[in-house]
């Protein structure tokens, strides 16, 4: 796949950056604000198209296998599933059982577990999305090769 | 309100009438995406903005691959004929939906008017959702305490589709 015009590269290198800080706030913000990990994860997801679809797929080397994602990804829910594993292991014995201590409802750190799932469930949906999308170029990449 | 919507949903349906009668598939595709963006704006009127931040992402990602995907491949639809295998697809399909309305027309005199008359379960978790949880997003303090069973099960819907799209889209084969 091809780079876009210079004017379609200025741009995404002024923005794509922002669009990243973005993704990362509206993850950290979840238990706060409207949003969380699924919209935070396609944002984040799409400053990474964004600089694929701008600069081609040669400038950012990506003619190697699509690893790194699926990797992120396959972790991300693992650490997901073993987080709410140790809801069993503590008192209760509730899966899913949040027995960090809560805090002040509306500071960034309260909720106990729930800013570390919204910050899995990020990561894992922005590599699956991006594994997708990687999967479309590259595997016609190999075939045009 | 209630007139807003009426418009709304009648621009989304004639989006989607002519994705399905449109010749060009870029321009299918990209008035597929007049549903998508409907949507966000009625779920912002109905005062649902978690919902309406997932639904404009997706919907734009969606559209990127989509259009990247037509611009690959052509913009021309295979047209097949009508025979009269058509005929019968046709019918079962005019049959199965009269059968659908007629059942919603029977299940929708005794439902509650729109908006009222909210289940107990949901009493209990909008009154006490911020001292059980401890999150202010009462939305979130569902998704991830609540019903944090169904919150595991989409992650790992998003996880098989991943695989799905590795396994189905991969032509060549991996050398170990």
């Known amino acids: ?145 | 309100m209630e007139l807003a919507i009426s418009v709304i949903v009648g621009f989304m349906i004639l989006g989607a009438l002519y994705a399905i009668h449109a010749r060009d598939i870029l321009s299918a595709v990209i008035a597929g995406g007049i549903v998508g963006y409907s949507l966000v704006i009625c779920f912002l009127l109905l005062k649902a903005p978690d919902l309406a931040i997932v639904q404009i992402v997706v919907e734009t990602i969606t559209l990127i691959i989509m259009v990247a995907v037509v611009l690959d491949s052509s913009r021309v639809e295979a047209y097949g004929k009508f025979d009269s295998r058509a005929w019968v697809t046709a019918g079962t399909a005019v049959l199965i939906l009269a059968i659908l309305f007629w059942f919603l027309k029977e299940a929708s005199a005794h439902l509650a008017p729109f908006g009222e008359n909210t289940m107990r379960m949901a009493d209990a978790y909008v009154n006490g959702a911020v001292d059980r949880t401890g999150s202010v997003n009462l939305v979130t303090g569902v998704i991830f305490d609540f019903r944090g069973y169904d919150t595991l099960g989409e992650a790992t819907v998003l996880v098989t589709a991943v695989l799905g799209v590795l396994t189905i889209l991969r032509l060549r084969g991996k050398k170990v």
């Open chain 1, 1 to 145: 796949m091809k780079g876009m015009t210079v004017i379609v590269k200025k741009t995404t290198q002024l923005i794509a950056g922002i669009i990243f800080l973005y993704g990362i706030y509206i993850i950290l913000h979840g238990h706060l604000t409207p949003g969380g990990g699924f919209a935070g994860g396609v944002i984040l997801a799409g400053s990474f198209i964004l600089l694929i679809l701008a600069f081609g797929s040669d400038f950012m080397h990506l003619l190697k296998e699509e690893k790194g994602s699926t990797i992120y990804e396959n972790l991300a829910i693992l650490a997901f599933l073993l987080l709410a594993l140790t809801g069993l292991l503590a008192g209760g014995k509730i899966f899913f059982a949040n027995w960090l201590p809560h805090g002040t409802p509306g500071e960034l750190v309260s909720a106990g577990f729930m800013p570390l799932y919204n910050i899995f469930v990020g990561i894992e949906v922005a590599a699956s999305i991006l594994t997708i999308f990687l999967a479309l170029v590259i595997f016609k990449e190999e075939i045009l090769k």
